[in-house]
Structure formats: C-alpha cells, structure tokens
C-alpha cells in the first residue's frame, strides 16, 4: 500500500509539473488562470476603431453628480454696418448753446403715405393721369398734367377737384398726382427754415432770460397751497407771466386754444404742479394742435415741455 501511494504521488507532481511548465497555453487543466494571462500577454488589448462620420457632433461628456455643466461662452458675434447705410450724424451744439433738431424721414410723418393731416390742404398739385371728375350733373374729365387742387388724402386715396370752389370730385390713387412728390420737395424746403426759426427763437429766449432775472409770480397767481390760480376765461396769470417775460416763445397767448387743471406731479423729489395747454404749432403741413405742458414748482415756471416726448418747447 505504501509503495502505491508514493507511486500515485509522483504521478500527481509530474502532471502537475507538465501541467504548469510544459503544457501549451489555453490546453493548461489544472493551472487555468495561466491561459487567461498567456492570452493576454499574446494577443494584446485591443482597441476598436468607430466608424468616421462627416458633419457629426461629438456627445456632450456627462456632468458628474452634485456638479453643474458649464457651457462654453458663445462667440461674440460683431454685426458690421452696411455700406449702404450712412452713420446716422449726431446734432452738434452751436456755440451760444443751441442744438440743431433732429428731423423724422417724411414717410413717418405721413404714416408710409396712408395719411396727410388736414391742415396740409388744400394744396396745388397736378394729375399724373386722366381723370374723371363727378359733378352734380354728370361728369367732366381732364387730362394729365392739368393743375387740380388736391382736398384731402386719407387711405392712400387723394381727393381732388378741379378748383378750390368747384363741386366736381375725383377721388384717385396718390399715384395718380404729384402730390408725393409736392410733399417731399415742401419738406425738404421747411426743415432749414424751421431750423433757422427755432434758432432765433433760442436766442430771442436766452437774451429775455438774462434780461429778467429772477422771475416773481404776479400778486395772486398761487393760492395758499401754493397751486396756480386760474383768471376767469381759464387762462393762468402765472403761465401768461411766463410767456409775456418769453420764458417760452414758441407759445403766445393768441396761439393757445385751452388751459388744463393744475395736476400734482413731483419734480427732483419736490411738490409742484404741471398745467396742460394746448396750442398750434407751426408745422410742415401748416399750423397744428400741439399738447405742452408748464411745470410749476415753489411758485416759480420750472420750463416747459411737449408731452409726450418730454423735450423742452422753445
């Protein structure tokens, strides 16, 4: 039995020795994990290469938890300015402290040519075509580039008649006159002339202001609040004083239609009161209803100003 079992044993050690010395790789029985390092150490890691694809945008890498994804600032982007389009030219001051104003293209004034207030007719112009005009008994036509007199424009449509006192209508396309046209070349025409106006204007008030001094509301002008008092005909014997020393020019006391109630308002933190009057304006289309507006404060004129686009009237 002895004998056996050192006989058993040494075949044991030699299979275990040719198992783990002499057996191929991946054939190993006992020793196993040695195929798996054999096959590692043969063939290497391999590394799979992904299909390339155009125009593809790489997966956004994943935020660990707890974090917050930051983007990357996006690329300031500097719009250049057209060729075609001239830098718009900032007003200079003039050097006794006037600013020239600034004037809207005609197309915003007539609404992109839908609307002419009425107090810019009537007004001369010439048919651009032949046209019909209704009269009470019957019609009569008149041919292009006959001077009409143009009544009205509203709706892109001109209402003409042949004179001022004639009964006969027509009401035609704006392209059926030189009225555009007309309006264009009277714009143009007022804006140096509104200019110089407003120039002299300026002057005419800083000359008054230096002249006067300290301006004094007239006895009885504030009541015991400090509010405005009004005349009978509704008129303000503060403002009048205002205008009458031409703290304002552009307003007169023959061009102003109605006076507004004194309305509590608050200027630089301090209680006054700001007066609504409404007036005619001279302008391109004619003299028209303007809304200023005279702030009042500690019983002296502070200025006054459109609504609207709060600028100072001259």
Do not use: C
């Not at 299979?15 to 798996?36: E, H, Q, R, W």
């Not at 006969?168 to 006159?177: G, M």
């Not at 006076?259 to 009057?277: C, F, L, Q, Y």
């Amino acid at each position: 039995m002895k004998a056996l079992f050192f006989t058993l044993l040494i075949f044991a050690a030699a299979f275990l020795g040719y198992d783990y010395f002499m057996a191929p790789p991946g054939t190993k029985v006992v020793f196993k994990s040695l195929n798996i390092a054999a096959k590692k150490h043969d063939d290497g890691p391999v590394f799979k290469s992904a299909p390339v694809e155009d125009n593809v945008t790489a997966p956004a890498k994943e935020t660990p938890a707890g974090t917050t994804a930051s983007s990357p600032p996006p690329a300031a982007v500097t719009s250049a300015p057209s060729p075609d389009t001239p830098p718009m030219a900032k007003p200079k001051v003039e050097a006794n402290g006037f600013m020239p104003p600034t004037y809207d293209p005609i197309e915003k004034l007539t609404t992109n040519w839908t609307k002419v207030p009425s107090s810019a007719f009537p007004r001369p112009v010439h048919l651009a075509q032949d046209v019909q005009f209704k009269m009470g008994a019957g019609t009569s036509k008149m041919a292009a580039g006959a001077p009409v007199v143009a009544l009205a424009f509203d709706n892109s449509a001109v209402t003409v008649a042949p004179t001022e006192q004639s009964p006969a209508r027509a009401t035609v396309p704006l392209e059926a006159t030189d009225l555009k046209s007309n309006l264009v070349a009277a714009y143009e025409d007022w804006k140096p002339k509104r200019t110089a106006y407003l120039r002299e204007l300026y002057a005419k008030k800083q000359a008054a202001l230096k002249a006067q001094g300290v301006f004094v509301a007239p006895t009885g002008s504030l009541d015991a609040t400090g509010m405005p008092t009004r005349n009978p005909d509704g008129s303000y014997p503060l403002l009048l004083a205002s205008i009458a020393s031409e703290q304002v020019t552009e307003i007169t006391k023959t061009n102003i239609h109605s006076w507004g109630p004194p309305n509590p308002t608050k200027v630089d933190g301090r209680d006054g009161w700001s007066i609504k009057v409404n007036y005619d304006a001279k302008t391109i289309f004619g003299p028209m209803p303007v809304d200023a507006q005279a702030v009042v404060v500690s019983g002296k004129v502070k200025g006054w100003y459109y609504i609207g686009s709060g600028e100072e009237v001259p």
